[in-house]
């Protein structure tokens, strides 16, 4: 069993910066994955950012992609996502996820991660 929880969304500005943190507690020996996705009103949940937990090896989604950074505190258990150069179609209800078993997992989907965060609302204003 693993816990996700999410902090750092909030209120930002075109242009402005924000970090979210999500924090696995519980068997957190078996973490291989995290990956952050995100959900905008009236669309599909995308994905954002992937991390492996132990290599620190990362793929970034195309639309955040020199403006967002993933990376991991693994003595925290901590995976971050700094967000840099917000624009308004950035806002949206960031997930955290994570795949917990040793197996091919193709970062981008949905249905390859085990465990999800109660989700973090990032707005980003014009």
């Known amino acids: 069993q693993v816990q996700l929880i999410e902090s750092g969304g909030g209120l930002a500005q075109a242009g402005g910066s924000l970090r979210l943190s999500c924090v696995a507690s519980?068997?957190?020996?078996?973490?291989?994955?995290m990956g952050w996705f995100r959900q905008a009103p009236g669309k599909e949940r995308e994905f954002v950012a992937a991390?492996?937990?132990?290599?620190?090896?990362?793929d970034v989604a195309d639309p955040v992609k020199g403006r967002f950074t993933i990376s991991r505190d693994s003595s925290g258990h901590t995976v971050y996502l700094q967000m840099n150069s917000l624009k308004p179609e950035d806002t949206a209800v960031y997930y955290c996820?994570?795949?917990?078993?040793?197996?091919?997992?193709?970062?981008?989907?949905?249905?390859?991660?085990?465990?999800w965060g109660q989700g973090t609302q990032v707005t980003v204003s014009s």
């Open positions: 996820a994570a795949v917990t078993s040793v197996r091919l997992v193709t970062v981008t989907r949905l249905s390859d991660y085990d465990y």
């Open positions: 519980g068997r957190t020996f078996s973490l291989f994955t």
């Open positions: 991390i492996a937990w132990r290599s620190g090896s990362f």
